[in-house]
């Protein structure tokens, strides 16, 4: 029996089944321990965006670990790499002269997030400001906070009362959200949080004008905007650093996490805009009791620092946004599959194949049986919450690997069909 306890996962069909180990990795490829190559259609967990292998992050982890792996950054002790990371992530922000508060991943970079909102407008003598809207279908981590605006009901069932004063909205309405804003009263509400292509919850790209509308929404109520670019921060949107920028929004708080060290080590971003730093950086203010251990770890940011380096020296902003076009090209023609009712698409590196609702139905297991088929074509991949398979490869994938990525999923398709008779 094993000891090492899968996130995500039934333990009991884990033991059964075995686990498939991957043991190394080469850009868009990975490998398991018994020699298997296969195609990393999730990049990972949407963050492998330069690829596996890197040498140049290695040497840049190592030189760092020999120099000083890590020190606390906590009061007025900063290390070289947290800051002239903080100095590049402001530089590429999509708000001028934001300040960089780092973390160890996207759910603490969330859980940072709903704390800085709601003592933001504490601080501006508006303690009753404290409510949190999220939409269906969105994720936001696994941290209480970001459990607690999960819009996947399953990962939010069984842990008795989460956090209160969080309010859910449809995933794709400018005018329900306007409506819920007001229904609840604009001088109680925090925050919005927004992804801005939902992605564990299914991939869904917003829809045209969504984003801009929900920014002009909450700026006409004073409710601040925070937009998650946990998956499409650092580039997987295509031609640009972030989201915010591709959609000219000018967010208050923008989180990250994933693709600024391309998965190398764990780091999360928190991008905050000068209106929401300002209280806090103002004489008088005093400590804000918020950090974490491995708040700037030294390691970690210098990895991020030669990522971001690679992402620029290689072109791997128009190669997301050229991946955006081969996903749109080579998956479409999946929808004429029985068994699947719509490929999402059209935002980035970012697709989602979706299984049909009525085969889904008959039989829960469908998306499992398509992973595994998957597996035997050479491509690695999982489902999403709504029976989606995640499409969201490296930035080194080419066209060739993006059409042989699309044969692959209709061979398991069918395969999958023949045994359902
Ligand atoms: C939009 C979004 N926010 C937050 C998170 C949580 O990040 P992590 O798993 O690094 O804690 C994720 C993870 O996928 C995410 O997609």
Redesign the pocket.
């Known amino acids: 029996m094993g000891r090492y306890w899968h996130p995500f996962a039934d333990m009991a069909a884990v033991e059964a089944a075995g686990e498939l180990v991957v043991a190394s990795g080469d850009g868009a490829y990975v490998v398991d321990e018994s020699g298997r190559r296969y195609l990393d259609a999730a990049a990972g967990?949407?963050?492998c965006n330069v690829g596996h292998g890197r040498a140049e992050l290695a040497e840049a982890a190592a030189e760092q670990i020999r120099r000083l792996a890590a020190y606390s950054t906590f009061g007025d002790i900063g290390v070289r790499p947290a800051l002239a990371l903080a100095e590049r992530l402001a530089a590429i922000a999509p708000v001028p002269d934001s300040r960089v508060f780092l973390t160890?991943?996207?759910?603490?970079?969330?859980d940072t997030a709903v704390k800085l909102v709601r003592r933001y407008w504490q601080l501006l003598g508006r303690p009753d400001k404290t409510v949190v809207v999220s939409r269906r279908h969105?994720?936001?981590?696994?941290?209480v906070a970001?459990t607690s605006l999960s819009g996947i009901p399953v990962n939010r069932q069984g842990y008795g009362t989460l956090l209160g004063e969080t309010v859910q909205v449809p995933w794709d309405s400018v005018s329900e959200l306007a409506a819920v804003l007001d229904a609840v009263g604009p001088e109680r509400v925090a925050a919005f949080f927004v992804?801005p292509v939902?992605?564990?919850g299914g991939v869904f790209p917003p829809p045209a004008g969504y984003l801009e509308g929900t920014e002009k929404v909450c700026r006409d109520r004073d409710v601040l905007l925070v937009v998650?670019?946990?998956?499409?921060g650092y580039g997987r949107i295509g031609g640009s650093w972030f989201a915010s920028h591709r959609f000219g929004l000018q967010p208050d708080v923008v989180?990250g996490?994933?693709g600024v060290t391309s998965g190398y080590l764990?780091l999360?971003t928190v991008l905050v805009g000068p209106r929401v730093a300002e209280p806090f950086w103002r004489s008088g203010t005093g400590q804000w009791r918020h950090g974490y251990t491995y708040s700037g770890h030294a390691t970690a940011c210098a990895v991020a620092l030669a990522n971001l380096d690679l992402v620029e020296a290689e072109g791997l902003l128009a190669a997301a946004a050229r991946l955006e076009s081969d996903l749109d090209r080579h998956l479409e023609s999946l929808e004429q599959h029985p068994l699947v009712q719509e490929v999402r698409r059209g935002t980035g590196a970012l697709a989602a194949v979706q299984l049909d609702p009525a085969a889904l139905a008959a039989d829960p297991g469908l998306p499992n049986q398509v992973v595994l088929a998957l597996r035997h074509q050479g491509v690695l991949t999982r489902a999403l919450a709504t029976g989606a398979l995640q499409i969201s490869p490296s930035f080194v994938t080419t066209e060739a690997d993006v059409r042989f990525l699309a044969e692959a999923i209709r061979a398991a398709l069918d395969d999958v069909a023949s045994t359902r008779g």
């Open positions: 967990l949407w963050y160890s991943g996207g759910s603490d970079s969330v969105a994720y936001h981590g696994m941290h970001g992804e939902i992605g564990a998650d670019e946990v998956i499409t989180t996490a994933k764990p999360g």
